[in-house]
T-cell receptor, first 111, second 117 residues
Framework: SQQGEEDPQALSIQEGENATMNCSYKTSINNLQWYRQNSGRGLVHLILIRSNEREKHSGRLRVTLDTSKKSSSLLITASRAADTASYFCATQTWGNTPLVFGKGTRLSVIA | SAVISQKPSRDICQRGTSLTIQCQVDSQVTMMFWYRQQPGQSLTLIATANQGSEATYESGFVIDKFPISRPNLTFSTLTVSNMSPEDSSIYLC??????????????FGPGTRLLVL
C-alpha cells in the first residue's frame, strides 16, 4: 500500500516563482527520495535524504525532512517551464528494499 | 549511476495474449524491482526479483499472472499473462545503486507502455 501522500495533488505557477510540494509518510524510514516524471516517461532521480539529515540542496532543489512529523518538502526555486512534470516522493525502510511511492504532485509551470 | 534499459518501450496487445518485458542493467545488482503505474496513478510495486530465488510478490499480484525470471545479476524479465484492458499501464524496473557515494539511490528504467485492447 502507498505510504506517502503528496500535497498538493496539482500545482500551477508562473515561471520564476517557487514551487513547494509536501510529502507525508506513516512509518519509520531509512531514507526518502524524490523523483520527477515527464509525461508518463521514466522516473528521474532528483535527491535522496537520509533519516538523520534535515535538509539537502541540489541546484535549484531544496529538500527538507522532519522525521518527528514524518514529512518532507521539495522546494523548486525560480521555476522554469521545463520543470513541468509530476513529482513523487518515495520512502525506503531499509537499504536494498523497494520504495513505497506517494501519489505525486502534478506541477505546471506557465511561461 | 546504474544505466537501465527496457524492451519493448511500448506495445499494443490484444486481450488474452501475453507480453514479456525485458530489463537490462549495466552493472551487477542483487535486487531488481518491478513496478506498475496505471494511467494517472503513482507507482505500485509488483515484485522483488532476487537472483537465484523465486520472486517475492506484493499483495494483489500473483506469479501466474506476472511470472518473473532473474537468470543473472544484470537481467530480468516480467511477463504480463492473459492480458486484459485493466493491465494497460507503464511497467518499470528499478535497481538500487550501491556503488560509489550514492548508495541506496534507486534508478528506474525508461518504462514499457502497454496498451491492451
Amino acid at each position: 500500500s502507498q505510504q506517502g501522500e503528496e500535497d498538493p495533488q496539482a500545482l500551477s505557477i508562473q515561471e520564476g516563482e517557487n514551487a513547494t510540494m509536501n510529502c507525508s509518510y506513516k512509518t519509520s524510514i531509512n531514507n526518502l527520495q524524490w523523483y520527477r516524471q515527464n509525461s508518463g516517461r521514466g522516473l528521474v532521480h532528483l535527491i535522496l535524504i537520509r533519516s538523520n539529515e534535515r535538509e539537502k540542496h541540489s541546484g535549484r532543489l531544496r529538500v527538507t525532512l522532519d522525521t518527528s512529523k514524518k514529512s518532507s518538502s521539495l522546494l523548486i526555486t525560480a521555476s522554469r517551464a521545463a520543470d513541468t512534470a509530476s513529482y513523487f516522493c518515495a520512502t525506503q525502510t531499509w537499504g536494498n528494499t523497494p520504495l513505497v511511492f506517494g501519489k505525486g504532485t502534478r506541477l505546471s509551470v506557465i511561461a | 549511476s546504474a544505466v537501465i534499459s527496457q524492451k519493448p518501450s511500448r506495445d499494443i496487445c490484444q486481450r488474452g495474449t501475453s507480453l514479456t518485458i525485458q530489463c537490462q542493467v549495466d552493472s551487477q545488482v542483487t535486487m531488481m524491482f518491478w513496478y506498475r503505474q496505471q494511467p494517472g496513478q503513482s507507482l505500485t510495486l509488483i515484485a522483488t526479483a532476487n537472483q537465484g530465488s523465486e520472486a517475492t510478490y506484493e499483495s494483489g499480484f500473483v506469479i501466474d499472472k506476472f511470472p518473473i525470471s532473474r537468470p543473472n545479476l544484470t537481467f530480468s524479465t516480467l511477463t504480463v499473462s492473459n492480458m486484459s484492458p485493466e493491465d494497460s499501464s507503464i511497467y518499470l524496473c528499478s535497481v538500487e545503486d550501491r556503488q560509489g557515494g550514492r548508495q541506496e539511490t534507486q534508478y528506474f528504467g525508461p518504462g514499457t507502455r502497454l496498451l491492451v485492447l
